[in-house]
């Protein structure tokens, strides 16, 4: 949970440096607003920091961090089952491409 924390104030940082936060404010599923900020926040970080750029994957992988992150008495609320709605759809759109690869 400590590297989460640390990758969430990294991300805080890199939101400001590199234009993200405009992607924050928009609401999901066109952007982030609403979805649990630590963990968006976290995988924007992680993903700055190995260098994916692609925007696609990029969304992908902010939904994977925040389905896995998501508190258990949190699943199977609307949010959730429409944030995992999105993760799969845009999964199947990469086609062969694994999104678990990272």
Do not use: C
């Amino acid at each position: 949970m400590e590297l989460l924390r640390v990758f969430a104030k990294q991300g805080a940082y890199l939101d400001r440096l590199n234009g993200l936060e405009p992607l924050l404010e928009l609401p999901f599923p066109e952007g982030f607003k609403g979805l649990p900020v630590t963990a968006v926040r976290a995988a924007l970080a992680w993903l700055d920091y190995i260098g994916v750029t692609n925007a696609t994957l990029r969304k992908l992988q902010v939904y994977f961090w925040v389905l896995e992150l998501w508190p258990s008495e949190g699943t199977g609320t609307p949010l959730y089952e429409s944030v995992d709605r999105e993760h799969r759809h845009l999964a199947h759109d990469l086609g062969d491409q694994d999104p678990h690869a990272l």
